[in-house]
């Protein structure tokens, strides 16, 4: 009588197969997980660019006011987007006490390479030569060892 029962070559091959899908399948979930961060960052930022909006038409005075060659300051920032409570839906006022966003990844310019993981935060200067704000608009801004460009391979500054 034989028995039925997988040989040990089988079961090697099985587990080889097994273990080459997964590490595809893992790092393929690991952009598309950077990139649901990325995106819940960019709308976060449009969400409090619509406060704004919205403050701007009813207000007759500037968001943020401020020097803007000064270091960041979160505390300004936050001052500023106080202002904007009333706007904003329960869910989104958590931007008022942490104006800084966990990012999926980012990458250099010249090289491409992605970095997974950092940060970008809310800031009033402008990304141009000047850096003059108007009082109302709103930038995300790499820092803590992010880089420039986004997952995709955007600037976070041009969002």
Do not use: C
């Not at 080459?20 to 960052?41: E, F, M, R, Y």
């Not at 958590?94 to 950092?118: A, L, M, R, V």
């Amino acid at each position: 009588m034989k028995t039925k029962a997988f040989s040990l070559i089988e079961i090697i091959v099985a587990v080889a197969i097994i273990a080459t899908l997964s590490g595809i399948v893992g790092l393929k979930l690991k952009d598309h997980v950077a990139k649901s961060k990325d995106t819940q960052a960019i709308a976060s930022l449009n969400t409090i660019r619509t406060a704004i909006q919205i403050y701007q038409l009813e207000n007759s005075e500037v968001l943020f006011e401020g020097n803007l060659t000064d270091e960041y300051s979160k505390e300004k920032i936050k001052i500023a987007l106080n202002k904007l409570e009333k706007y904003l839906e329960s869910n989104s006022k958590n931007i008022i006490n942490n104006p800084e966003f966990e990012i999926g990844g980012s990458q250099n310019e010249t090289d491409k390479k992605i970095i997974y993981g950092g940060k970008v935060r809310i800031t009033f200067k402008n990304p141009d030569s000047t850096g003059i704000s108007d009082g109302y608009s709103i930038w995300l801004e790499p820092f803590d060892g992010t880089k420039e460009l986004d997952i995709r391979g955007n600037k976070w500054i041009e969002y």
